[in-house]
Antibody, heavy 117, light 109 residues
Framework: QLQLQESGPGLVKPSETLSLTCSVS??????????WGWIRQPPGKGLEWIGS???????YQNPSLKSRVTMSVDPSRNQFSLTVKSVTASDTAIYYC?????????WGRGTLVTVSS | SYVLTQPPSVSVAPGQTATITCGGN??????VHWYQQKPGQAPVLVVY???DRPSGIPARFSGSNSGDTATLTISRVEAGDEADFYC????????????FGGGTKLTVL
């Protein structure tokens, strides 16, 4: 059964870069049917899609964040990553990694990232 | 971009049926997916493609979609069903692609 786990710093300073990694177990990240993605949720608020990437490198992203977001896949480690540059307090959220294309299942447990000096 | 509208809250007594709606312009022409998020947990897919259930999801959870409204129905509601529920679509006509509704808090009285 596919399982995903986020990792990365829980605190990032304003204007710096947020970097997260998602480790995949129970399946290969190079599986052709899989897209790998990120969704975030500000505390007490709803879900915001960030973007998704196929192991081949094909991506689709939320245009509201696209200029600051980079996604990548590392098949050798069965991991994929997210970076968000020039962060502000509004980037404070629980960040979830997940798999899927039209719908998303399963999700990681999520990791809280706080942007603060 | 495409907008999905959900009621902020729905309340239901145990054993009754809960109905959570998701409104959008001609949403019946799209595939709708539903997620349940319990406090402190990640969302879990409970219905995909309007009415299909992932393995492990009880048959008490069902979905429908027609016209401008998609509906998630939870029969014989239990206390453990209390959660936030989100609808989601893939919008091929928008750069945003993935659209979520604002979420509905289901309270079991």
């Amino acid at each position: 059964q596919l399982q995903l786990q986020e990792s990365g710093p829980g605190l990032v300073k304003p204007s710096e870069t947020l970097s997260l990694t998602c480790s995949v177990s129970g399946g290969s990240i190079s599986g052709t049917r899989y897209y790998w993605g990120w969704i975030r949720q500000p505390p007490g608020k709803g879900l915001e899609w960030i973007g998704s990437i196929h192991y081949s490198g094909s991506t689709y992203q939320n245009p509201s964040l696209k200029s600051r977001v980079t996604m990548s896949v590392d098949p050798s480690r069965n991991q994929f990553s997210l970076t968000v540059k020039s962060v502000t307090a509004s980037d404070t959220a629980i960040y979830y990694c997940l798999t899927g294309y039209n719908w998303f299942d399963p999700w990681g447990r999520g990791t809280l990232v706080t942007v603060s000096s | 971009s495409y907008v999905l509208t959900q009621p902020p809250s729905v309340s239901v007594a145990p054993g009754q049926t809960a109905t959570i709606t998701c409104g959008g312009n001609n949403i019946g022409g799209k595939s709708v997916h539903w997620y349940q998020q319990k406090p402190g947990q990640a969302p879990v897919l409970v219905v995909y493609d309007d009415s299909d259930r992932p393995s492990g999801i009880p048959a008490r959870f069902s979905g429908s979609n027609s016209g401008d409204t998609a509906t998630l129905t939870i029969s014989r509601v239990e206390a453990g069903d209390e959660a936030d529920f989100y609808c989601q679509v893939w919008d091929s006509n928008s750069d945003h692609h993935v659209i979520f509704g604002g979420g509905t808090k289901l309270t079991v009285l």
